[in-house]
């Protein structure tokens, strides 16, 4: 009924023989019998995979996989799924059809098949109200961008999970950050976002908020305490993670992302601008000077780095950073100026008592305002 021979040693040459006639297709497709059916399914599927038939043998496989779809019992349909999922040469349209037929017959080819390209996936996705076919899809070893956003589109906190989980999903950061808006309560969903490499600096930003924010409401329900209170508490866990990130920033785009990112949600505040500036981060504050003088970063560097009394004066009036540190500030920057003369790399706990060390020495000569908060900030920078 069915013969399949390969000639042992010239296998490897001679394409392996498919031999079916139409009334032996027609009896088996009548039989009433689903096992001679999912039988007859296997031993095709088996054959084709193995992608050793010729042009028409191929032709007369394919045809029959068109046939088992018509009208057959569910067991064959979802044999055949299972026998074709992973094989990126099945034609598109018998894919299609597996695709949209029911679930135990759909959701191997949804998570599986290669020959679904983007947009089949979209259209599946926007075509059903079907959770487990949302998840299949999420489940695929490789989800593009677009598809990940369609997928989002739904709201659904589970395919969030799903697809946040997914190491071979791509997740655009606009996406991420929506996840993290969107489901602030789930701690397990937040927490595998961070998990993701390459995450983001200004999702890891959003994350630290959403903590901080769970933070305010868990002190609120255990202690009791004042808002103010719980207010300076989440304030100083929020900068210390902001910092850190900070410090992990490794180039100028990231750093510009984080620092735009903050300004949006009026986080950009003096303390962190100065505590950065205190653990040796020049760049976050050339950048922050610049973002909130409205001027481009190079020009910002420039007027920082000025070495007369014009040029940082007048990007810090500018910047709107407190009157009453300027003094302070700028003799930090003095501090650091010189320290960088020296060869001292910030990030040691040498840098910093050279900091206190060289702005005490100073302002023995010019008595210096709210220099004990400066060197708190130093302070705390090493920790």
Do not use: W
Not at 94 to 105: G, P
Not at 128 to 138: C, F, H
Not at 352 to 378: D, F, G, H, K
Request: hydrophobic share 40%; aromatic share 4%; net charge negative.
């Amino acid at each position: 009924m069915l013969t399949s021979t390969d000639s042992g040693a010239d296998s490897a040459a001679a394409p392996t023989t498919l031999t079916l006639n139409e009334d032996e297709v027609r009896r088996l497709l009548e039989d009433k019998s689903p096992a001679t059916l999912i039988d007859l399914t296997s031993k095709i599927a088996g054959v084709y995979n193995q992608q050793k038939l010729g042009t028409n043998e191929n032709m007369a496989a394919e045809q029959i996989f068109r046939l088992l779809l018509r009208d057959t019992e569910l067991r064959v349909r979802v044999a055949l799924a299972e026998q074709v999922k992973s094989n990126p040469a099945i034609p598109r349209d018998i894919v299609l059809s597996l695709a949209q037929d029911v679930e135990e017959v759909a959701l191997p080819i949804l998570q599986h098949s290669e020959v679904l390209d983007d947009n089949d996936l979209i259209e599946l996705v926007n075509s059903t109200e079907d959770i487990n076919r949302y998840l299949a899809i999420s489940k695929r070893d490789q989800i593009s961008g677009t598809v990940s956003h369609a997928l989002l589109a739904i709201n659904n906190e589970t395919v969030a999970a799903t697809l946040v989980d997914n190491g071979g999903a791509e997740i655009s950061e606009n996406n991420l950050q929506q996840i993290v808006t969107r489901y602030p309560g789930n701690q397990n969903l937040i927490q595998a976002i961070g998990t993701r490499p390459h995450l983001p600096i200004a999702v890891a930003e959003k994350m630290i908020n959403v903590v901080s924010a769970s933070l305010a409401e868990s002190l609120r329900e255990k202690y009791q305490l004042p808002t103010k209170e719980i207010e300076l508490e989440v304030e100083k866990t929020r900068e210390s993670e902001t910092l850190k990130l900070i410090r992990q920033a490794r180039s100028p785009e990231e750093i510009d992302r984080l620092v735009n990112h903050l300004h949006s949600f009026s986080r950009l505040t003096p303390s962190i601008i100065l505590s950065a500036l205190c653990q040796g981060s020049f760049e976050f504050f050339e950048v922050s000077l610049a973002r909130l003088s409205n001027i481009p970063v190079a020009n910002a560097r420039t007027l920082i780095n000025d070495r007369g009394e014009l040029g940082f004066r007048a990007i810090y009036n500018k910047s709107g950073l407190t009157e009453s540190m300027f003094p302070a500030v700028r003799l930090l920057l003095k501090t650091m100026h010189d320290l960088d003369i020296e060869g001292e790399k910030p990030g040691t706990s040498r840098y910093v008592n050279r900091i206190i060390e060289l702005i005490l020495q100073y302002s023995t000569m010019v008595p210096v305002e709210n220099l004990s908060y400066i060197i708190a900030l130093v302070r705390r920078s090493a920790q």
